[in-house]
């Protein structure tokens, strides 16, 4: 039975065997098998001497019974082909050349039938040697157009599994980078944590009224920005919101030392921005620039140049190198590893002097990678 043969149909299926088949013999597969049966039929139209003997009517006769028989030629080593390459696997080795093969055993069954139908029987046939040739007369077309739809084949298979392997490749690319700036995030967080645990306990040491007042305004921090810090991705309406809160909690400790001012354009709100990153560069100008110097200003500023979108933190502090660094670096260095991550190349942070004293920093993201960064989030876009 033909569910039952070990060509790669398991027991049972004729069925969907049966399916595949008619699937096969499309539209394509047949119109190639017409196209050369009605050109391998002209090859008896090209003796020069036919018109000599014979009239356009016998000739056109003649032309559509050769046409015919070559038909069901064409049409029995279609199906033999389209049964035999649905049943056999694709990894099956040596599988071209067993089609050929039983592909020409095919057309040398059907060259003994048809000279047995025209002699009304077996008893005289012609000579081993013609009906050789006649096999490979027909059968080498077949052949041929067999060797085409395997290479055909092979080609949509290595294709598949190139794009399978691109995918799986920018999936990896993907997955790693997810993870370094989930653990380059998770840097920041503690590092801000740490500092600000530090500040309230030299404010408790000296303070202890405005240590306590810190440790409510931290909680409130916390409570209403550790959500929002968590994320993988925000807007910029968001990360102003932490930095303000920095800000805040910041000045019980600082006093009337410290002042800042906001300058955020509401239109650029709802853009996505990496979190954390801004309010690092605050922190920094804070630890850095205003508090060696005993006090000053920051400004926030945000503001959109052309394609880009551009935070800017400045401070009047002591600047680059006006005062011996206590810190590891580690922010700044994040910064730079997660624009560098998300962004590949098209993001920076640049430093840059203020005169007379003070410093800036600011980072530039694409707006169109921001974008789609907000889609990915499931945020809405800003009109």
Do not use: K
Not at 287 to 301: D, F, I, K, T, Y
Not at 347 to 361: K, Q, T
């Amino acid at each position: 039975m033909l569910g039952n043969l070990r060509l790669g149909l398991p027991p049972g299926d004729v069925r969907a065997y049966a399916v595949r088949v008619l699937r096969a013999l499309d539209a394509r597969r047949i119109a190639a098998a017409a196209v050369t049966t009605v050109l391998l039929s002209l090859g008896i139209l090209v003796s020069p001497t036919l018109v000599d003997f014979f009239s356009p009517a016998e000739i056109a006769v003649a032309w559509l019974e050769h046409l015919a028989e070559l038909s069901v030629l064409a049409a029995g080593l279609l199906l033999v082909y389209t049964f035999l390459d649905e049943a056999l696997p694709s990894s099956l080795p040596m599988r071209l050349a067993l089609v050929c093969t039983v592909l020409f055993v095919a057309a040398l069954a059907f060259a003994l039938l048809l000279f047995a139908y025209y002699a009304h029987g077996f008893a005289y046939l012609p000579s081993p040697l013609r009906l050789l040739s006649e096999a490979l007369h027909w059968g080498l077309p077949a052949i041929f157009l067999a060797a085409i739809g395997d290479v055909h084949q092979r080609s949509l298979r290595a294709e598949s599994a190139a794009h399978a392997a691109d995918l799986a490749r920018v999936q990896q690319v993907q997955g790693e980078a997810e993870q370094q700036l989930a653990l380059l995030q998770a840097q920041i967080e503690p590092h801000f944590l740490f500092n600000m645990l530090a500040n309230v306990r030299r404010l408790y040491r000296t303070r202890p009224q405005a240590g306590a007042e810190a440790i409510e305004s931290l909680m409130r921090y916390l409570r209403t920005a550790m959500p929002q810090v968590r994320n993988a991705s925000g807007t910029l309406a968001d990360e102003i919101e932490l930095v303000r809160a920095y800000l805040e909690l910041y000045r019980i400790r600082m006093g009337s030392r410290l002042g800042y001012r906001i300058d955020v354009d509401p239109a650029l709100d709802a853009l996505a921005f990496p979190p954390m990153l801004a309010m690092t560069l605050v922190e920094n100008a804070i630890r850095h620039g205003l508090e060696p110097a005993g006090g000053g200003q920051v400004l926030v500023r945000a503001r959109r140049n052309r394609d880009s979108l551009e935070v800017e933190v400045t401070d009047d502090g002591l600047g680059f190198g006006g005062a011996a660094s206590s810190g590891t670096g580690v922010g700044l260095a994040n910064v730079r590893r997660q624009l560098a991550a998300r962004y590949a190349g098209q993001g920076s942070l640049a430093l840059d002097s203020v005169d007379p004293h003070g410093a800036r920093a600011r980072i530039t993201i694409p707006l169109v990678a921001a974008a789609v960064s907000r889609l990915a989030a499931g945020q809405p876009q800003s009109a």
